[in-house]
């Protein structure tokens, strides 16, 4: 499905019934990430998955994706779907943009997950890297960054026995589009650090952390969870960044526990 959304097109799946869950992917993937979720979630919710501008069959203009312009678009998308309230869920990129919409719209949140992020800036060289990989895509494409990225996102326990996890990871970074992973690149780039708005969050939050997460070690998740008022910490084994795909079964748990909260809070 296709909505015009702040001078783009946004491209979105809205599957199920019943409490609104919106899933925001990470840096470079798309709607895809959430196959495995997709199909459980939405025999008990109402699952929508956009593509992030820039990304999937979304609009990838040549420009900055801040943050707040991230996070503006999915309001506008809820708007447009007429959902007062959601359970917003974020891994990495998207959870830095779940933090944007805590810290903008918390109104919006009936709740929310942080995956595999964390809430600081960019170190100096972290910035500087971002900025050199946006300028290398002008001229070499994004296979450099597949190569690069696919080594890291996944655990090496991954990366060894589950091949079909890796091509399906593999081919979804491939079909992005240069001019949206500059405009990404450089909006986490600019991003500020949004650590204060962590003890400030009132709505139902978890964490979930991959054990073996080399981009976003598990301690990072549980200094974030101690810092969220309402939150605990769920921690998937054997799993890298991409916990959702390469550990689908326990990550449906830990979502499916924490979507059944609400439904106990409605009911009662
Ligand atoms: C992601 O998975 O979204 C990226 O690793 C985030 C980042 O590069 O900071």
């Not at 070690?217 to 200094?223: G, L």
Request: with cysteine.
């Amino acid at each position: 499905m296709k909505a015009e959304i702040n001078k783009i097109e946004l491209n979105f799946e809205d599957e199920g019934t019943g409490m609104p869950i919106i899933f925001l992917h990470g840096f470079p993937f798309d709607r895809h990430l959430w196959v495995d979720q997709i199909a459980v979630l939405k025999e008990h919710c109402r699952v929508i998955t956009p593509d992030l501008r820039g990304f999937g069959d979304s609009s990838a203009p040549d420009e900055v994706y801040s943050m707040n312009q991230y996070a503006a678009d999915i309001i506008t998308l809820l708007d447009i779907l007429s959902i007062e309230q959601a359970v917003v869920v974020g891994l990495s990129m998207g959870g830095y943009i779940a933090l944007t919409i805590a810290e903008q719209y918390p109104e919006r949140l009936l709740g929310l997950v942080f995956s595999n992020t964390h809430s600081a800036k960019d170190t100096a060289a972290k910035r500087q890297g971002r900025y050199n990989t946006a300028e290398k895509t002008n001229y070499d494409g994004i296979g450099f960054l597949v190569d690069d990225m696919l080594e890291k996102v996944l655990s090496e326990n991954t990366l060894k026995t589950k091949p079909d996890v890796v091509e399906y990871v593999k081919q979804m970074m491939k079909r992005q589009r240069p001019s949206g992973v500059r405009g990404a690149l450089k909006g986490m780039a600019e991003r500020k650090d949004r650590t204060f708005i962590l003890s400030e969050i009132q709505a139902p939050t978890m964490v979930i952390a991959g054990e073996n997460d080399q981009l976003i070690p598990v301690i990072r998740a549980k200094a974030m969870a101690r810092e969220i008022p309402h939150s605990h910490l769920e921690v998937i084994s054997d799993a890298g960044h991409l916990s959702n795909l390469e550990q689908p079964e326990l990550y449906n748990q830990v979502l499916l526990r924490f979507v059944d909260t609400f439904k106990t809070v409605e009911s009662d």
